[in-house]
């Protein structure tokens, strides 16, 4: 359960004991009822581009969004965001980049606006702060407790495999059984 090392040991106990019961997909199934309709990367770039102009107006403009078959397995990471510096002429241009696993290609549309949060974050805060985590929780108040729930969902798919979410729009969320996490409010 590397996804689930740093939560409390009670929090891995319920989870541990939900995996070996059977039950950890299904419970996340009955959580979260559909896939997102976001397939290209042209998709993906108007949705974090709709985004970035909710929350963050005065951010550095983003010149790429892109689902990346790379990235969980070669960097460990569901999402990048990077800043890459070209010369032109005399000046430096930076453009900044978005790239987000394609595993999310098809799962909850939460769990990419989750990822998506998270790197736009990046544009205004560099390190895993509590300045950070509180952009993340302005952009989406359940941003804990769906980075979460898509640890549970990574668990799930290291240890049996990818849940095959329904196709279509995703329903509206609904609360069940899945183990809840609560940060402290420190």
């Known amino acids: 359960m590397n996804y689930l090392a740093g939560y409390p040991e009670d929090l891995q106990a319920q989870v541990r004991q939900l995996r070996e019961q059977g039950r950890l997909g299904e419970l996340l199934l009955k959580k979260y009822h559909g896939q997102h309709g976001i397939r290209t ?52 241009k930076a453009k900044r980049e978005i790239r987000i696993a394609t595993l999310f290609r098809e799962v909850p549309a939460e769990f990419l606006r989750m990822i998506a949060v998270h790197e736009l974050a990046h544009l ?46 995703a329903a509206i969320r609904e609360s069940g059984p899945v183990p809840a996490y609560r940060p402290d409010a420190s």
Not at 51 to 68: I, M
Not at 147 to 158: G, P, S
């Open 124 to 169: 205004k805060e560099r390190d895993h702060g509590k300045a950070f985590y509180q952009l993340c929780t302005h952009m989406e108040p359940a941003y804990h407790q769906l980075e979460f729930d898509v640890r549970l969902y990574l668990t799930h798919l290291e240890t049996t495999g990818p849940l095959a979410w329904p196709a279509g729009p």
């Open 41 to 92: 990367d042209r998709a993906l770039y108007d949705y974090v581009l709709d985004l970035k102009n909710e929350f963050l107006r005065n951010a550095q403009p983003l010149a790429k969004v892109a689902f990346d078959s790379r990235l969980h397995l070669t960097q460990q990471a569901l999402g990048t965001h990077t800043t890459v510096s070209r010369v032109q002429g005399n000046r430096l």
